[in-house]
């Protein structure tokens, strides 16, 4: 039944719609309540509150898994743009209003995977500053802020080398990537598919090759992600990755499989010694989403 014209409808409050979306986006009650720092149980009163106030059901629940309802897949939309306004609206009083272009470079792989994550958050937390990208190799990054052509740049570094004043953000293994169920890595000579000269993963990569004394040809070159994944996914030939890139449709090739160990390579950050408030506000961003990863594994 409708409420009267004349009746007040209810507030939602924001606090149930944060766990309401942290649910939805995990997919369970259990790591949602960590993400919001509440109990399983608090997290689940606070979803019967909600679902009292609208009269539906917004989750689907059975022993092993949570699903959205029809209701709640509608709910969801309204939600996140409530959240999104909330925190434009916030951000406007307790954030310094801090204006500005900021120049960030970042290779290829981290510019597809890591960046639109890094971008959308900043965005609503920092709405008034634009951040120009720069997708190349690390080795042309590193000249374009020797030129002072960025403010901030991502790079790749092999783990026997960091650049100057450069700060660790992560490291982590380079791996065999080859596709699940795949028989390239057992082709002689073994086919491989590499980035241009430069990489990081490909030297580690060659490097691994000359020690076991392995036959190979590049039997394929991209200096993009998609390229690199084309190749792996096609069983066309096996690929350097880091390990947190591989995907559902990877396996990891090991010594057991005939493939050498490569190592480990770090990603650094470079900020510009006469940074902006902006230029930052830019970098603390990019610190606290790797600070996660390292936490959580996900971005």
């Avoid at 409420?3 to 649910?23: G, K, Q, S």
């Avoid at 204006?99 to 971008?119: A, F, K, N």
């Avoid at 990569?205 to 993009?224: C, K, P, T, V």
């Avoid at 390579?265 to 900020?271: G, R, S």
Wanted: aromatic fraction near 6%; proline fraction near 6%.
């Amino acid at each position: 039944m409708n409420a009267p014209l004349n009746h007040p409808l209810p507030l939602l409050d924001l606090d149930v719609l944060r766990t309401f979306v942290a649910i939805a986006e995990t997919g369970s009650f259990t790591t949602a309540a960590n993400a919001v720092f509440r109990t399983p149980s608090a997290v689940s009163m606070q979803i019967k509150k909600l679902e009292d106030i609208l009269g539906r059901s917004v989750f689907a629940r059975d022993a092993r898994s949570v699903s959205l309802t029809t209701d709640g897949e509608m709910l969801l939309g309204y939600a996140r743009r409530l959240l999104s306004i909330n925190r434009e609206v916030v951000s406007k009083f307790i954030i310094p209003d801090i204006v500005g272009v900021v120049r960030l470079g970042s290779p290829d792989d981290y510019g597809e995977r890591v960046l639109p994550h890094v971008l959308k958050r900043f965005a609503q937390s920092h709405p008034s500053i634009a951040v120009d990208v720069t997708i190349d190799q690390s080795s042309n990054l590193r000249r374009r802020m020797d030129d002072r052509a960025l403010d901030i740049t991502l790079l790749t570094n092999s783990y026997k080398t960091s650049a100057l004043g450069a700060e660790v953000l992560l490291t982590e293994p380079i791996v065999w990537a080859g596709a699940k169920g795949g028989c390239a890595h057992l082709r002689e000579p073994l086919p491989v598919s590499l980035w241009e000269e430069g990489c990081a993963w490909r030297a580690g990569a060659l490097d691994a090759l000359g020690r076991e004394g392995r036959n190979y040809r590049i039997a394929y070159m991209s200096a993009h992600t998609a390229g690199q994944r084309a190749a792996i996914m096609s069983d066309l030939a096996v690929a350097p990755l880091p390990k947190s890139f591989l995907g559902n449709d990877m396996v990891e090739l090991c010594p057991k499989d005939g493939m050498p160990d490569i190592g480990t390579y770090n990603l650094a950050m470079v900020v510009a010694p006469d940074a902006s408030a902006p230029v930052k506000a830019v970098a603390d961003h990019i610190r606290a989403t790797f600070e996660v990863f390292r936490e959580t594994g996900k971005f």
